[in-house]
């Protein structure tokens, strides 16, 4: 089976997971993207919209619009510095919370599945190999 089939089979036993969670139906619209600015987000404790940019390696204006929409989707807040009303942190709302904690929730029943088809030998390798191919991905940002 070619590599694209296997990935498309993938994607689609995960779609099914993702569909299958009722409380993920009200965050259908949560693309990819968005939801990797919120994990990135919540790993930089309320950062700027400019430390937020860099560590998703795009420019400030294109983090704006992503923070504006993810605002106006209730996933995001924006809380003004007291002591310099220039500086903005980005804060996760409680829904910004829960899409992340139930992406989560997919993942470990994704993963769990992948443990049940593989021997523990054959998953420690999977899980080494995983580990190389999203740390080198993360690097890249899809360039």
């Not at 259908?28 to 994990?39: E, G, N, P």
């Not at 919540?42 to 983090?63: F, G």
Request: aromatic share 8%.
């Amino acid at each position: 089976m070619p590599a694209q089939l296997s990935f498309e089979k993938v994607d689609k036993y995960y779609q099914k997971i993702l569909t299958k969670n009722k409380k993920l139906e009200k965050y259908a619209d949560v693309s990819f993207s968005s939801f990797s600015y919120l994990m990135v987000v919540r790993s930089l404790s309320n950062p700027t919209i400019s430390k937020l940019a860099s560590a998703m390696d795009v420019k400030k204006p294109s983090a704006s619009n992503m923070v504006r929409k993810l605002v106006d989707m209730g996933l995001l807040e924006i809380e003004r510095s007291v002591s310099d009303k220039r500086v903005c942190k980005l804060i996760l709302s409680a829904e910004g919370n829960e899409v992340i904690e139930l992406g989560r929730s997919a993942d470990d029943l994704f993963f769990g599945k992948i443990a049940e088809i593989l021997d523990d030998n054959e998953f420690e390798v999977f899980a080494g190999l995983w580990e190389k191919i999203t740390s080198n991905l993360e690097g890249d940002r899809g360039k």
